[in-house]
């Protein structure tokens, strides 16, 4: 593990920050961080730029502080059962970042299976809640291991809606349709392109844009510079090391 604040960030500290920017500017409402990293993320987010945001316990507890991964909160705030949940959601005030096992350069999104539906090659965890999620509330995407497995020319099922699939539905699928930003190992990706079409958003320090091309099964939109991802500050750091993951989770899911 990673101890002090003069240490330099780790990859897997980069993509912790790339994750909590994903939540920068919501104000009050509820993150939904799906994945080690982006739970580190939602938890400096409200301890830092974003204080308005909403965590729950994972089940059924609105937490009124922000204890360390695998701890348990002091102060509860409230109850959201399911059903509950379920309002929040379909009124858009969530901003879930969700895995993907597949996804194009729409941000059409597979976690229900490889190959044909009919007869697939592995069964996943199935379509979920992943329709709902990206018509109704800001999404975004968390990649632990960038590759073209992952980034695929077309998806084999669509569980997530991208943009083009949203555009084809018309108004009612596009009217809170939007997809934030996805973060992987290597790099922070967006849709901001005039035909919504993936962008390589900024660049993992020590990461190359050939290394992310190389990793993507599709042609990325890339921007004449790219900048790198942000650096975490020393309290962002400390942080990270002493205060939400003092155990070194990341450093599991992310290895640089």
């Not at 096992?101 to 299976?113: A, E, K, M, T, V």
């Not at 990649?143 to 077309?154: A, L, M, N, Q, Y």
Request: glycine share 10%; with cysteine.
């Amino acid at each position: 593990m990673t101890s002090g604040t003069t240490t330099a960030a780790t990859r897997a500290e980069h993509c912790v920050i790339a994750c909590a920017e994903a939540w920068r500017g919501d104000g009050e409402i509820l993150a939904s961080p799906m994945g080690t990293v982006p739970a580190i993320g939602a938890r400096l987010a409200k301890l830092t730029f974003s204080p308005d945001l909403l965590l729950t316990d994972g089940e059924a507890l609105l937490m009124g502080d922000v204890p360390g991964m695998g701890g348990t909160a002091e102060v509860v705030e409230g109850w959201l059962p399911y059903r509950r949940h379920l309002t929040m959601v379909m009124g858009g005030k969530r901003h879930v970042m969700m895995g993907a096992s597949q996804l194009d350069r729409y941000g059409n999104q597979n976690i229900s299976c490889i190959g044909d539906w009919a007869r697939p090659a592995r069964q996943l965890l199935g379509v979920r809640g992943a329709p709902a999620n990206t018509l109704n509330n800001p999404t975004s995407y968390w990649v632990p291991r960038h590759s073209p497995r992952v980034f695929v020319e077309r998806v084999d099922m669509v569980c997530g809606v991208g943009y083009d699939r949203a555009a084809a539905a018309g108004p009612s699928a596009t009217r809170f349709h939007h997809l934030r930003r996805v973060v992987t190992d290597l790099a922070v990706l967006d849709f901001e392109t005039p035909d919504h079409c993936m962008r390589l958003a900024s660049l993992h320090p020590g990461v190359t844009v050939e290394q992310v091309t190389e990793a993507t099964g599709f042609p990325l939109s890339i921007p004449d510079e790219v900048p790198a991802t942000r650096q975490p500050t020393a309290h962002e750091l400390r942080l990270i090391r002493e205060v939400i993951d003092p155990k070194g989770l990341r450093d599991r899911e992310v290895r640089a």
